[in-house]
Each structure stands twice: as C-alpha cells, then as structure tokens.
C-alpha cells in the first residue's frame, strides 16, 4: 500500500504535466505507455519469446504515430492495410511455426495495445484535448474507487464471478452512479462538455467501458496464467494492471465526442 | 472444366455490369461478397456452428456499409472502436467458453473478410473508380494466368512447398513480368493511371500482394482442413476461393491511390 501511493504521488504529477504542458511530452507519455503495454501482452502471450511477437505490432505502432504526426489523411487505415499484408505474409512463409491463433493474437496486439492507446493522442489534439483526457481519467477513476466501496458495502450479485471474483453488479452501478455525479460537478468547474445530457452520457460510457477494460485485462492474466501484467509501476503493477480500462475508453470517447457535441 | 467455363461466362459480364452501370448495383456485389466470404469463414472455423462465428463480424460488417454510405467521418475507426468493445465484453461474459484465439479469430474475420472487401466500395468511389478496378481484376487475372504458364515452362523452386506444392518462385516472376506488360498495353486505351512509373509499381503491387492473398487462403484451408472454401461459384469454389488475391489487394491499392498519383 505504501509502495502504490508513492508510486501515485509520483505519477499524478508527471501525467498532469504531460497533459497541460508541451505536445511533446504528450507524446512521449503515450509512446512509453503504448511500449509498455505490447511489451506486456508480448511477455503474456510467449514468455519464453516475448520478442518474437513484439517486432511487428511494435512496427505498427510506430506506423500510426508517423503516418499520425505527419497528419496523413487515412493513416489508421494505411497502417491497418500494411499491418494485415505483413501478417498474412509472416503467416504464410512461417508456416506452420505461426498457426492462425498467433496471428489473432498479434492483430489484437496491435489493436488492443497500440491502437487504443494512440487515441489519446487523438483526443489530445481535440479542442479541449487536455481537459476530456483528464475528466476521462477522473471519471475512470471515481467509478474504480465508487465500484470498491459500495461493492464492498453493498456487494450481493457477482458480475463476472469466474474472473474477478470480487467485483459486483452493486458495485459497477455504484461506481457508475458515482462517476456521473463527479463528473457533472467537475463540468462545472471544467466547461469542457457541452451540456449535462453530454456529461452524464460521457460518465456513463466511460464507466461502463472501463469496467469491461479492467475485466478483459482479468482475462488476460487468467488466460496466461499470471497475477499481475507487469511490475514497472510499484504497488500497481504493469502499464496494463493501471490502464486497462482508460485503454478502451479512449477509442470510445474519441469516436462520441462529435456526437456529444450535438446534444 | 466445363463448369469453371460457364460460371466463368455469367461471372465476368455480372462483374462488369455492377461496374459499370449503377452504383446500387456495385453495392450489391459487395455486399453479396462480403457475406459469402464472411460465412466461408465461419463455417471453415467452426464446422458445427458457424453462426456463432458469424454474427459478430456479419454486425460489423453492416457497420462499415452503413457508416460509410451515410459518409460518417472516421467510419473505420467508429466500427472499430465499437467492434472491439462488444469483443472484450463477449470474451469476458463468455469466459472461459470463449477463448483468446477465437476473439483474435473474429477480429481476423472482421478485417481480411469484411474491410478488405469494402475497399472495392471506397475504390469504385474514386475518380475513374470503376477502370481501376478493373484493372487491379484484371491484373491479377494476368498474373494468375503467367505464373500458371511460366511455372509449367520453367518452374524449379518452390514458392511454399508446404502450402501449395505448385507454385514456383519462376511462375511468380514469370506472372508478375506478365501482369506489367497487361497493365502497360492496358493503360494506353485505358488512361487511369498517370504515368509509366505509376503503372509498373500498380501491377507490381497487386502481383505481389495477390500471390500472397491466394497463399493465405491456401493456408486457411489447411489448417481447417478443407480442400475449397465453399462451393457457391460452380468450378471455381467458394467466394474466399475466387477473390483471395483480390480481396488483400483492394485495400493495398486504395491507399496506394493517392501516392500513384503523384508520380
């Protein structure tokens, strides 16, 4: 517990100053975060070859951030049609050393563990960028913290009680409940939402994704027989334990923001 | 033979009357293909319930033609963005009946059987959309055709002993020769293309990447255990059996596109 807070203390101030700061820095945070977490999955997936599977979602990695600071038009795309060529290529002249599951797995990596993650990036460069990511964070944040408690006092139904035996529907709806009411406060202060119908709808998606991020990554560790996904943030784990759920929040968050803007 | 003939005679002028005559009706070949090559796949993954394969991927692939048809800016990334989300929430609610594989399989299934086949949408909606097709049809007919003939005349190293014993890396060089001097006779009348330059590096492209799609295709077979993919197309088997060149190279030359057109 000690190590997690100062760990905490450390890493609030270094993400507000990514966040609020210069671009570059921004940048980095995400590169660090996106290497971290395919390094992870790559480390799951083949412990004893981890590097065998990094090579190539890594290079589609690095793919979406050139083609994305050279603010080509299509770059997701682009990246994606590069990517799946290399792959059935890698499948075919590898065969059979490469079965058809490696090579869902490493279409996965690249869009679980780096596509995900260059959306904040996206969300960044949004008007308001800095302001959505850190209201994301927070609202990933208040559900975490809201889920726990009330699960703790109120827990009767088991959500998804073969993964994470401790987690509840009470407390998912807690945490929901509790992210909406943060969030519609901190959006007085913050103005960074359009309207109350745009900020609950906001706390609501991230809350609910957030959940399924945290349980996915409670399937990858059960799938490949580990506790935690790393242990590069002491008290917290791997890039993948402390961020599994903002990592499916932000594509969801990026691609709602032009319809938010409307309500 | 005779089968292949006939199929062969109703195909081809089908194919260009949906090129070339009104956009519902390219829609249509589209979309009847995506969901032949959809349903060829899940029926190879699993033989015994492949509408539980099927689903998923059948919803995304709506996704993508409805997105794209209304012209909803990021129409890729909404559908998958919302594609992975329902993903993980499946292999979590499913666990363990639904292991990392299968997810990264329905990913696959999402991207080689459906967004590669809506490139034929966004290429059709290109200038002179309809030409390009045929010619990117066209050119992996001539480099089918070539490594056919030069592999039987002069074929000595195998391409992939493993997946398809009669490809020879000479019938390959062979096929792409061929498919250049098509292209270069071909865009005299046709005039799609911008220059030489363009045009050599547009046969060469999608000779390249049509050999491997049809290698790809040879290695879903195998590792399914199925000698054609389906048996829609009378002589010729299934969609994946007839369009597996194709289908990877739709995507390639998309993106290609904008790069040929300066040369």
Same mark, same amino acid.
């Given at each position: 517990?000690?190590?997690?807070?100062?760990?905490?203390?450390?890493?609030?101030?270094?993400?507000?100053?990514?966040?609020?700061?210069?671009?570059?820095?921004?940048?980095?945070?995400?590169?660090?975060?996106?290497?971290?977490?395919? !390094?992870?999955?790559?480390?799951?997936?083949?412990?004893?070859?981890?590097?065998?599977?990094?090579?190539?979602?890594?290079?589609?990695? *690095?793919?979406?951030?050139?083609?994305?600071?050279?603010?080509?038009?299509?770059?997701? %795309?682009i990246v994606l049609a590069f990517y799946l060529t290399v792959l059935l290529?890698?499948?075919?002249?590898?065969?059979?050393?490469?079965?058809?599951?490696?090579?869902?797995?490493?279409?996965?990596?690249?869009? #679980?563990?780096?596509?995900?993650?260059?959306?904040?990036?996206?969300? /960044?460069?949004?008007?308001?960028?800095?302001?959505?990511?850190?209201?994301? !964070?927070?609202?990933?944040? !208040?559900?975490?913290?809201?889920? #726990? !408690?009330?699960?703790?006092?109120?827990?009767?139904?088991?959500?998804?009680?073969?993964?994470?035996?401790?987690?509840?529907?009470?407390g998912a709806v807690g945490g929901i409940v509790l992210a909406v009411l943060?969030?519609?406060?901190?959006? *007085?202060?913050?103005?960074?939402?359009?309207?109350?119908?745009?900020?609950?709808?906001?706390?609501?998606?991230?809350?609910?994704?957030?959940?399924?991020?945290?349980?996915?990554?409670?399937?990858?560790?059960?799938?490949?027989? *580990?506790?935690?996904? %790393?242990?590069?943030?002491?008290?917290?784990?791997?890039?993948?334990?402390?961020?599994?759920?903002?990592?499916? *929040?932000?594509?969801?968050?990026? /691609?709602?923001?032009?319809?938010?803007?409307?309500?």
């Open positions: 517990m000690r190590q997690r807070i100062i760990t905490g203390a450390v890493g609030i101030p270094v993400i507000l100053l990514c966040l609020f700061t210069v671009r570059p820095l921004m940048l980095l945070l995400v590169v660090a975060l996106t290497a971290g977490a395919l !390094f992870e999955l790559a480390r799951m997936y083949a412990p004893k070859r981890p590097l065998a599977f990094l090579w190539l979602p890594a290079c589609g990695a *690095v793919g979406f951030f050139v083609t994305y600071l050279l603010q080509v038009p299509d770059w997701q %795309g290529a890698l499948g075919v002249f590898a065969y059979p050393h490469l079965p058809i599951g490696d090579l869902g797995f490493l279409l996965l990596m690249l869009i #679980y563990g780096a596509w995900t993650l260059m959306h904040a990036l996206v969300l /960044y460069d949004a008007p308001h960028g800095s302001w959505l990511l850190l209201m994301a !964070f927070l609202t990933v944040w !208040f559900s975490d913290s809201g889920a #726990y !408690f009330v699960g703790r006092a109120f827990g009767r139904h088991k959500l998804a009680a073969q993964l994470s035996p401790n987690k509840t529907v009470e943060a969030l519609l406060i901190a959006n *007085v202060f913050i103005k960074a939402l359009p309207g109350p119908a745009a900020t609950v709808l906001f706390a609501v998606a991230i809350a609910v994704v957030g959940i399924l991020g945290d349980l996915f990554e409670s399937l990858l560790k059960r799938t490949f027989g *580990v506790k935690d996904s %790393g242990n590069i943030l002491p008290g917290h784990g791997g890039i993948l334990d402390r961020f599994d759920s903002l990592m499916l *929040v932000l594509p969801v968050v990026s /691609y709602l923001l032009p319809f938010l803007a409307t309500l």
